[in-house]
């Protein structure tokens, strides 16, 4: 696409699955909107969506349901990003912000600002990067930098999520039954009361951060040939992997902050999106879309499918597992980078 001097190279595969996957989010957000555990049809949700028909049912959908799905719009945005840089900046399919430890950092920060308090509501949000940033800090320097050994990163990453679940587990142990049932549902990853007060001043952060991630994409592109070939293009690999680093700790942060550790999105989304959009580009873009779609698929299902509502951090477990398994066994064209 060319508009006077300036040129945009839109490969063709990668634009039309992106337009496709904008297709199914939409689709994914309608459905997410006609149904529920109500009794409310479908066709009453579509009226109260335009601010007509039973005021119950318009403070129903638009009080409750659509600020609700755009926390997951956003917190899945943000974790298909997430899980796309850190993938391809370690070369390896299962390398996502749980594994750094940066998930298991957002969450004890956002645990622990609330412990001793008996409340059942949990923290501010913004602890949520805080803790992210505290843990990859943590990480790195205990790794000893980011360099060229990314499996010291991983390694040290596994470590410090054990130690942070221990202490989520050891707070939520001297809380009492309510606070700490509250608490707990949280921490399996929840969208449940989550409103514009949170899902605003995250938006306007994830407005920031996926423009640069979607630039940096172009520079993940060159890591991933070996390092030689990038440094005689010109790319400053410790920048670069410092810069990438930041912004994974970022988004992973804020999608704790919003609905708590989400697993296995920022490992599925990225994978998927490489499958669809093919190989010529970092999937930034199709791993943001496919994540922000999974999460409202996932919290869809988990309102509707059962009597009491099931978390999204519970329903993305149950079918990550047989996903996992299929990335394990399945063949090398499912990774996101030629190393993984």
Known sequence: MRAGTLSVLLPRRSTLAGTALGLVVFLLVSASVLVGSSDMSPPAAAQALLGVGDPLDVLLVQEFRLPRIVAGLLCGAALGTAGCLTQTLSGNRLATPDLLGVNGGATTAVLLSVTGTGAATLGQWWLGPVGAAAAAALVVLA???????????????????????????????????????????????????????????????????????????????????????????????????LLVLLLAVALAGLSVGIAGPVGFLAMAAPILAARLTGPARVPVVGSALLGAGLVVAADTLGRVVAPAEIPVGVVTGVLGGPFLLWVLFGDTRTAPSRKA
């Open 143 to 241: 790794a000893g930098g980011t360099g060229t050994r990314g499996h010291r990163i991983l390694v040290v990453g596994l470590g410090l999520s054990t130690v942070t679940n221990a202490l989520v587990q050891l707070a939520m142990a001297r809380e009492n039954l309510q606070s700490a049932g509250g608490l707990f549902v949280w921490s399996l990853g929840s969208l449940n009361g989550r409103d514009y007060a949170v899902a605003g001043p995250v938006g306007l952060c994830l407005a920031v951060l996926l423009p640069l991630a979607v630039l940096a994409g172009r520079q993940l592109a060159v890591l991933r040939f070996d390092d030689e070939v990038a440094l005689s293009l010109g790319v400053r690999l410790r920048r670069v992997r």
